[in-house]
């Protein structure tokens, strides 16, 4: 009754203009929510359990896309399929340039597991979406066991509900801003895995007993793992070492302070910390500041400040009309900058709540992420406490102690046992063609300087050499990083191609070659190609549009500007050129306006 449909695009939210920019393969951004059952998964089950999930948050049925000021996030039509697990955990799901689904549902044995890229969704629209999951493949398996389908949420949320930038709507830009310099945070040293594979340590403790512990000593669950945490991380700190706090990241869910139905991120943070070596390192001193902080900075008008800070930057005037490709390297910088001013990470996604007659098919619940840190995710089932470590180092000494400390404490815990296929490995052969490659021309480039001076010394033959080994390198390079994309590998090959020949052209004397003949042709073949590439891979309008529009305007503006210049000496091929890019954008005005209009507007919005 209540349903809307979809927006066909829309923009990012303030966390996800962050994850878009900062992603890579050692830090992908990715988490994983996991749920074992006390059964083994039926493959068809689970597939039909996700096709009526994705009915009912069909938010998360987008693609990445780039615009000329920010990424945005477009409708698809794409549909997930389940596979039994496949690759290392939190492995990377947005490659940049391919269109592709931004979470992913694989199975082992008995366990659910659903990862999805962190532009999409926080830990609470995650939590939704795999109960919802859940409890829609444990019906399809039980029903004729008289096991009922609940509801599970609010059927008055709306799409447009679950679409809605919350971050946006709470946003106040009266409010002052804070001036407080933050510290730089002590930095954990250790040697890395090789490839930086991820190491996964996972955990599970009694809740009751957790909750005695917190209740005797007047905190938290939270305070109570943060402040241990802490001291677990200390443990391997050196005396010299203790001059800089350790600083914990512990996101926030903002819908507990802002009402919102929102499916995408709606979450800040606060850094509780404590400064080791000044006298009050005892575990009950520590509790009781970083109860302090806790209590302090959770109250409504620090977490407004706070989550106005972050916003702030993305409004401001300069960032916004900033190119993308500009914009994205300082926000990395400054990402990297952000990075010093934290230890570790620790996220606690409270407890996951599943309708009493569905809980006797389940074992437990687990989360943990990607880092290119030291991160504890924790979440709670019935009774069950799950611990998620992640790293990238050997060491996991940190981990031992944490553990350790609980048991100090009086709060027996157990190290589950990694179930991962063991084929599951992360996979570089495409890297280790293109170091292949790259070490190769290097080769070429040294043979044909060696050669030039043992041989012909008074001839720099070399240098062309190495020139046209650069050339190959960059071209086979840009084919490379864009080869999820032809249509866009084609705009890519056609700057490549034709600056690449008029650098050539005036190292070698300028006799205009590059100009009247191969900018012209290459021009119109990269059209022309671009068409039959959108043929063959059934493109819609939406899709080969900008690529489309780039192209024809680089095929009238460029020979143009040279024709009036008197550059080109040969005029006839520039002016067939000019004249076929013109009509060929005025072909795209004339029959898909309406999409060369959606599709300006969405690359250019600020």
Same mark, same amino acid.
């Given at each position: ?9 829309? %923009? ?23 749920? #074992? ?71 082992? +044995? %008995?366990?659910?597991?659903? /990862? ?15 109960? /919802? ?24 949320? =709306? ?40 190491? $996964? #340590? ?20 939270? $305070? ?126 409270? =407890?996951?709540?599943?309708? /009493?007659?569905?809980?006797?098919? #389940? ?37 031992? %102690? ?82 999820? %994309? ?21 190292? =070698?004397?300028? +006799? ?26 059934? +493109? ?28 080109? =000496? ?34 250019? +919005?600020?």
């Amino acid at each position: 009754m209540f349903q809307q449909k979809r927006a066909y695009w829309r %923009n990012l939210d303030n966390a996800a203009k962050l994850f878009s920019a900062t992603s890579s393969l050692k830090d992908t951004r990715v988490f994983r929510f996991y749920c #074992i059952l006390k059964e083994e998964i039926d493959p068809e089950l689970l597939q039909e359990a996700l096709n009526r999930t994705v009915k009912r948050y069909p938010v998360f049925l987008s693609v990445m896309r780039k615009g000329l000021f920010w990424h945005y996030l477009e409708k698809s039509e794409l549909r997930p399929v389940i596979r039994e697990e496949y690759k290392e955990p939190c492995s990377c799901l947005y490659v940049r340039d391919k269109k592709a689904l931004l979470f992913e549902v694989t199975y082992y +044995h %008995n366990r659910i597991n659903f /990862e999805v890229f962190h532009a999409l969704t926080d830990g609470t629209g995650a939590t939704q979406f795999l109960r /919802e999951l859940v409890k829609n493949y444990l019906h399809l398996a039980h029903q004729e066991d008289g096991l009922a389908d609940v509801i599970l949420t609010d059927e008055k949320v =709306t799409i447009r509900d679950q679409e809605d930038d919350s971050f946006s709507k709470y946003y106040n830009p009266d409010m002052k801003r804070s001036k407080k310099k933050k510290p730089h945070a002590y930095q954990i040293k250790k040697m890395r895995k090789e490839y930086d594979e991820l190491r $996964v #340590i996972e955990g599970t403790a009694s809740v009751k007993d957790v909750l005695a512990v917190s209740r005797e000593k007047g905190v938290s669950m939270t $305070v109570l793992l943060t402040a241990v945490y802490l001291c677990a991380i200390h443990e391997e700190m050196s005396r010299l070492q203790e001059k800089r706090p350790v600083i914990l990241m512990v996101p926030v869910n903002l819908r507990k302070v802002f009402p919102s139905d929102s499916m995408l991120n709606f979450f800040g943070y606060i850094e509780p910390l404590h400064k080791f070596g000044e006298g009050r390192d005892e575990f009950s001193e520590i509790l009781e500041e970083v109860k302090e902080y806790f209590d302090e900075n959770l109250k409504k008008e620090q977490i407004a400040r706070g989550m106005n800070e972050l916003i702030a930057f993305e409004k401001n005037r300069i960032l916004r009309w900033a190119p993308l490709e500009l914009k994205n390297p300082c926000i990395k910088v400054g990402a990297k900058m952000a990075e010093k001013e934290v230890t570790a990470i620790l996220s606690n996604m409270s =407890t996951v709540r599943m309708p /009493e007659e569905y809980t006797p098919y #389940i074992e437990r619940f687990g989360v943990f992420t990607s880092t290119p840190k030291v991160e504890l995710c924790v979440c709670s089932f019935q009774d069950v406490l799950s611990f998620g470590f992640t790293s990238r180092y050997d060491s996991s000494n940190i981990q031992r %102690n944490f553990y350790r400390i609980l048991e100090e404490l009086g709060i027996p815990s157990k190290i589950e046992k990694p179930d991962f296929p063991e084929e599951v490995r992360p996979n570089y052969e495409g890297m280790k063609f293109f170091k292949v490659f790259s070490f190769c021309c290097i080769a070429a480039v040294v043979i044909g300087i060696m050669g030039n001076v043992i041989f012909t010394p008074e001839r720099y033959w070399a240098a062309f050499v190495a020139a046209g080994a650069l050339s190959m390198w960059f071209a086979l390079a840009v084919g490379y990083l864009k080869r999820h %994309n032809l249509l866009k590998n084609a705009m890519w090959q056609l700057l490549v191609v034709t600056i690449g020949c008029i650098l050539w052209d005036l190292c =070698t004397g300028w +006799h205009g070659w590059s100009v009247n003949y191969v900018l012209p042709g290459v021009c119109m073949i990269i059209q022309i190609s671009m068409m039959i590439i959108s043929k063959i891979q059934s +493109h819609s309008p939406r899709e080969y549009m900008i690529y489309y529009v780039m192209a024809a305007g680089y095929g009238i503006l460029l020979p143009f500007i040279l024709l009036l210049t008197r550059v080109i =000496t040969f005029t006839a091929p520039a002016v067939v050129c000019v004249g076929f890019s013109f009509l060929f954008l005025l072909a795209l005005i004339l029959f898909k306006g309406r999409e060369f209009k959606e599709e300006m507007h969405k690359k250019l +919005h600020v």
